[in-house]
């Protein structure tokens, strides 16, 4: 059974950084596209990062471009996040989640999904 887990998230200051990861297991076919959501407090879910897992070809959504960068350690099955100078704006869930189909920035259609890990920004 495919398993996506989160760890990494916390309460931090504005200007503050944190790196998020995302273990998987029982992957027994390499995912194509890796991401990285979020859902604000009242608001929908939103993709901010992928990753083509074959290619190492990155996306980033407008609103977090510049500031978070999307990484993969093969090796230990695990998938990150950095994201720097972070915004009260950006208090959120954040998930990683997987899918076997093209298209990485096409966030409409991941689905293996990890539980989240709350993140929360300070001013």
């Known amino acids: 059974q495919v398993q996506l887990m989160e760890s990494g998230g916390g309460s931090v200051q504005a200007g503050g950084s944190l790196r998020l990861s995302c273990v998987l297991s029982g992957v027994r076919n390499r995912f194509t596209c890796l991401g990285w959501f979020r859902q604000a407090p009242g608001k929908g879910r939103e993709g901010i990062a992928s990753l083509w897992t074959t290619r190492d070809q990155y996306y980033y959504s407008d609103s977090a471009k510049g500031r978070v960068a999307i990484s993969q350690d093969n090796a230990k099955n695990t998938l990150f996040l950095q994201i720097n100078d972070l915004k009260p704006d950006d208090t959120a869930v954040y998930y990683c989640?997987?899918?076997?189909?093209?298209?990485?920035?096409?966030?409409?259609?991941?689905?293996?999904w990890g539980q989240g890990t709350q993140v929360t920004v300070s001013s």
């Open positions: 989640a997987a899918k076997y189909t093209l298209y990485c920035d096409d966030y409409s259609d991941y689905n293996y």
